[in-house]
């Protein structure tokens, strides 16, 4: 085990994450994963982990779905220890491990990266200004010219946002050489991605237990973009989650750091229509905090032994998260 993971242990087994628990609150927690199994993993290991992770969560907490996260955060309805999982990226993993969270009966939700389930989806319908948008910006070819439909781009990893920003202020690209520009870079820079599709997902939001949020269109920093592409970036995630999933309940925002949003995201984002979002700092949530920006207990992408599952899960990175804060605080200017 290593030395943050035994810090984690040793903390939960002290009962240190009570001391940030919010008294005369129901304390909800919001876990995010991303993977459920290592690459080059056998299935049946990872599927085995998960089962003694649900059990135990089914055990200590009381599972919720998405849906009634939001209505529970809106009507004040929540149970102590109610707990949310989440994912984020819609990676295939999710496919794989959905009869198994149906087999503990304990909801999960998933973000959709709009422009990736594009591109996995090889979208040339709602979805093909998103799956260009999503092209360009993760184009990791050299600099090379693009002609499509009388129009010419430079590719080029430091041209990505102006080069979106000219697309989305253009606004009149014909379908015909959007639909070529997307060839063009997908022959460029093919990137095998692994994600899920509308179809799949659209399958598994079948089952209401399964929430669907939308997690931008091209997984970037939204506080850095300019206000065209901010507004595309989280509008346009919610309009195609919407058509071609049916449902858009949250908005979980790429990297969920510090420097992630900002005061004209949060305004965007309740533009747009969402009322709950999604970062990543470690902390408890009650319908005190702020909608917007609610916090999320990160599980690590490696897998992890099931003591530290279990002081994650617990809130443990809250105490690491004050205890840097304290020292930050501490430290001379
Ligand atoms: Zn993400």
Request: neutral net charge; charged residues 25%; glycine residues 8%.
């Given at each position: 085990?290593?030395?943050?993971?035994?810090?984690?242990?040793?903390?939960?087994?002290?009962?240190t994450?009570?001391?940030?628990?919010?008294?005369?609150?129901?304390?909800?927690s919001?876990?995010?994963?991303?993977?459920?199994?290592?690459?080059?993993?056998?299935?049946?290991?990872?599927?085995?982990?998960?089962?003694?992770?649900?059990?135990?969560?089914?055990?200590?907490?009381?599972?919720?779905?998405?849906?009634?996260?939001?209505?529970?955060?809106?009507d004040?309805s929540?149970?102590?220890?109610?707990?949310?999982?989440?994912?984020?990226?819609?990676?295939?993993?999710?496919?794989?491990?959905?009869?198994?969270?149906?087999?503990?009966?304990?909801?999960?939700?998933?973000?959709?990266?709009?422009?990736?389930?594009?591109?996995?989806?090889?979208?040339?319908?709602?979805?093909?200004?998103?799956?260009?948008?999503?092209?360009?910006?993760?184009?990791?070819?050299?600099?090379?010219?693009?002609?499509?439909?009388?129009?010419?781009?430079?590719?080029?990893?430091?041209?990505?946002?102006?080069?979106?920003?000219?697309?989305?202020?253009?606004?009149?690209i014909?379908?015909?050489?959007?639909?070529?520009?997307?060839?063009?870079?997908?022959?460029?820079?093919?990137?095998?991605?692994?994600?899920?599709?509308?179809?799949?997902?659209?399958?598994?939001?079948?089952?209401?237990?399964?929430?669907?949020?939308?997690?931008?269109?091209?997984?970037?920093?939204?506080?850095?973009?300019?206000?065209?592409?901010?507004?595309?970036?989280?509008?346009?995630?919610?309009?195609?989650?919407?058509?071609?999933?049916?449902?858009?309940?949250?908005?979980?925002?790429?990297y969920?750091?510090?420097?992630?949003?900002?005061?004209?995201?949060?305004?965007?984002?309740?533009?747009?229509?969402?009322?709950?979002?999604?970062?990543?700092?470690?902390?408890?949530?009650?319908?005190?905090?702020?909608?917007?920006?609610?916090?999320?207990?990160?599980?690590?992408?490696?897998?992890?032994?099931?003591?530290?599952?279990?002081?994650?899960?617990?809130?443990?990175?809250?105490?690491?998260?004050?205890?840097?804060?304290?020292?930050?605080?501490?430290?001379p200017?």
């Open positions: 085990m290593s030395g943050r993971a035994l810090g984690l242990v040793a903390s939960a087994m002290l009962g994450p009570r001391l940030f628990r919010q008294r005369g609150a129901a304390n909800v919001a876990l995010l994963f991303h993977r459920f199994f290592a690459d080059g993993e056998p299935r049946q290991r990872g599927i085995d982990r998960l089962r003694r992770e649900l059990e135990w969560l089914r055990a200590a907490f009381v599972p919720v779905s998405l849906g009634r996260f939001v209505e529970g955060m809106a004040g929540l149970p102590d220890r109610a707990v949310l999982v989440t994912t984020d990226d819609a990676h295939r993993d999710v496919l794989e491990v959905a009869d198994t969270f149906a087999e503990y009966a304990v909801p999960f939700a998933v973000f959709v990266c709009a422009g990736w389930t594009a591109e996995a989806s090889e979208g040339t319908g709602e979805d093909l200004l998103a799956r260009v948008v999503s092209a360009i910006q993760w184009y990791e070819g050299t600099p090379t010219e693009v002609r499509y439909g009388g129009r010419s781009m430079v590719l080029a990893p430091a041209r990505q946002a102006a080069n979106i920003d000219a697309l989305l202020a253009a606004g009149d014909p379908r015909e050489a959007l639909s070529d520009l997307c060839s063009r870079i997908d022959a460029l820079s093919p990137k095998p991605r692994g994600g899920c599709t509308w179809a799949d997902l659209r399958a598994l939001a079948g089952n209401a237990a399964i929430g669907i949020g939308a997690h931008s269109v091209s997984h970037i920093r939204l506080s850095q973009a300019s206000a065209l592409r901010r507004r595309f970036e989280i509008a346009e995630s919610r309009r195609l989650c919407e058509t071609l999933i049916g449902r858009c309940e949250a908005f979980a925002y790429p969920g750091t510090d420097d992630a949003h900002s005061p004209e995201t949060r305004t965007e984002l309740a533009e747009a229509g969402f009322s709950t979002g999604f970062l990543t700092h470690s902390d408890f949530i009650t319908t005190r905090s702020e909608r917007l920006t609610l916090p999320r207990l990160s599980m690590p992408d490696d897998p992890m032994g099931f003591a530290e599952f279990r002081a994650r899960a617990r809130g443990a990175g809250i105490v690491m998260r004050r205890l840097k804060q304290a020292l930050r605080g501490a430290r200017a």
